[in-house]
């Protein structure tokens, strides 16, 4: 079964930061190109961060350069998104998305908030 569970997600004060981790299953993970989305409330779903398969590749959004490092564990099937120096503009939910056009994580809320 094709599925992908983001955790990690909480209340966090400004500068702060969390670790989300999406598991994988159901497809061949370690070939697969992964990528953490967010949407904020009344925003379109935004592009955050992409890895390549062997996690030596990655790419971010402009907002979050510099702060958010995404990485995987391909003998875990589990990909990581790390959030440094968080700020309110960070708050969204955060989504995992895998290989396939349909397939995504539940997400996870993450709120920066003093």
């Known amino acids: 079964q094709l599925q992908l569970v983001e955790s990690g997600g909480g209340l966090v004060q400004p500068g702060g930061s969390l670790r989300l981790s999406c598991a994988a299953s159901?497809?061949?993970?370690?070939?697969?190109?992964m990528s953490w989305y967010r949407q904020a409330p009344g925003k379109e779903r935004e592009l955050v961060a992409v890895?390549?398969?062997?996690?030596?590749?990655?790419s971010y959004a402009d907002a979050v350069k510099g702060r958010f490092t995404i990485s995987r564990d391909n003998a875990k099937n589990t990909v990581y998104l790390q959030m440094d120096s968080l700020k309110p503009g960070d708050t969204a939910v955060y989504y995992c998305k895998g290989p396939l056009p349909a397939l995504w994580g539940q997400g996870t809320q993450v709120t920066v908030s003093s």
């Open positions: 890895i390549n398969t062997d996690g030596r590749t990655a």
């Open positions: 159901g497809f061949p993970f370690s070939i697969s190109a």
